[in-house]
């Protein structure tokens, strides 16, 4: 069954990672799908993959004109907008609070927090426009509940993603406009890779032992991986999630459901020990 026959969505950064397995997984479903993303040529190169049904345009989401911008084009390009998956985001700024300063903290705002409530914004805008029902999925963090190693700055822009995640659900009660926040885990992508040095041609190395190291810690027994996120993603861009609204989802393999010893400086210490060659 294709869950989203019919339905046209936005994912933002989903030029690889969890916004690129989306952007998959929603057009598998059927979806007509606009790819949004600084990088250029693996968006375009990820669109000319999936043939008519997606299209890439560049879009810088700090800047709420461009945001505005690829909900035009999902209009225009496939007349009408049905989800809007505001997944674009990252730690731009590991340092501890008492290192943290103003630009490092704006930063990180405006990637992972201002960014996200454009898309609110905009994504509300048009699916009152068009008197229709609409999905708002926005991808937070486990970092909005527990401190951890990715930096105060980006803990403290995630949690307030869940306060902007409820409000909009708040502000449209009654209109079938739906919002959603997925919390992943620590899955690793080449995000993680980039936030930490790795040189792309000693990615996969380091990707393949983070990933046992992460699986060792989920009550799942694995390391997460960009598929699972798009499969929550899937269900709330879904009719099968139709009373749901204001929920933050995690999608961590069971980490957030238990207390555990300090392990917040896993990754960190895995990096630094990768990066000095040691087993």
């Known amino acids: ?164 995640v409820r409000q909009t659900a708040m502000e449209n009660r009654g209109t079938g406009i739906r919002s959603n926040a997925i919390l992943p885990g620590a899955v690793p992508t080449s995000i993680i890779t980039d936030m930490f040095g790795v040189s792309r041609d000693r990615e996969d190395d380091f990707l393949t032992g983070l990933g046992e190291l992460i699986g060792d810690e989920t009550l799942i027994g694995r390391a997460g991986q960009a598929r699972d996120v798009a499969h929550a993603a899937l269900f709330l861009a879904s009719d099968l999630s139709d009373w749901i609204t204001g929920v933050a989802l995690p999608v961590d393999g069971g980490t957030t459901a238990v207390t555990k010893d300090a392990t917040v400086a896993l990754i960190t210490d895995y990096a630094a020990q990768f990066h000095a060659g040691l087993p």
């Open 1 to 164: 069954m294709k869950l989203l026959d019919g339905k046209v969505a936005v994912i933002t950064g989903a030029a690889s990672g969890m916004g690129l397995a989306a952007a998959e997984t929603f057009v598998e479903h059927g979806a007509k799908v606009v790819l949004a993303d600084i990088r250029d040529e693996c968006g375009a190169a990820a669109a000319a993959r999936l043939g008519n049904s997606a299209v890439f345009t560049h879009t810088d989401v700090t800047s709420g004109a461009a945001v505005d911008s690829v909900v035009g084009v999902a209009v225009d390009t496939f007349g009408r907008l049905d989800v809007m998956f505001s997944n674009a985001g990252a730690a731009v700024d590991l340092s501890p609070i008492d290192e943290l300063t103003p630009a490092g903290l704006d930063r990180t705002l405006a990637l992972n927090l201002q960014a996200h409530v454009a898309a609110h914004k905009y994504a509300a805008r048009q699916f009152r426009a068009q008197g229709t029902p609409g999905s708002i999925i926005t991808t937070a963090s486990v970092a909005a509940l527990q401190a951890g190693w990715n930096g105060g700055a980006y803990s403290m822009a995630k949690a307030a993603v869940l306060a902007l």
